[in-house]
């Protein structure tokens, strides 16, 4: 066998190895994000509701919501990386493409849920009509 050969597989594979370690670190951090913000959200939730604050889950499904958005930012991004950065098959691609456009329309949904209008919308509008007196 070729030398060059093996010293190519074996660059190869290592990276292949990292990109898919960068990858999985940022599905990682992707991970803490969520839980992180989700154990703050809810000492959070807990002080304010030992307060007698008004409010409180409102606030909390906001804080939620927004955790669970930037974690999804982050997964979305960790599987970009090893999909992309690697060897790109064309089903690894449609598997990502389904992917993203699950987690794309789960990111649209806590938008609407969190702020109550569509991120393409004004501040001022609401996503639901407003109901009729």
Known sequence: ?????????????SYNDVIDQIGMG????????????????FVDCA?????????????????????ILLGLELLVAGDIVRTVASSPTLTSVAILASIVLIRTFLSYSLEVEISGRWPWQKRGQSAAPEPRA
Request: no cysteine.
């Open 26 to 41: 940022i599905d990682a951090a992707g991970v803490l994000v969520i839980v992180a913000g989700a154990v703050i959200a």
């Open 47 to 67: 002080v304010r509701a030992s307060r007698h604050e008004h409010d409180v889950y409102r606030r909390f499904r906001q804080r939620l919501g927004q955790t």
């Open 1 to 13: 066998m070729d030398g060059k050969t093996d010293g190519s597989t074996g660059s190869e594979m």
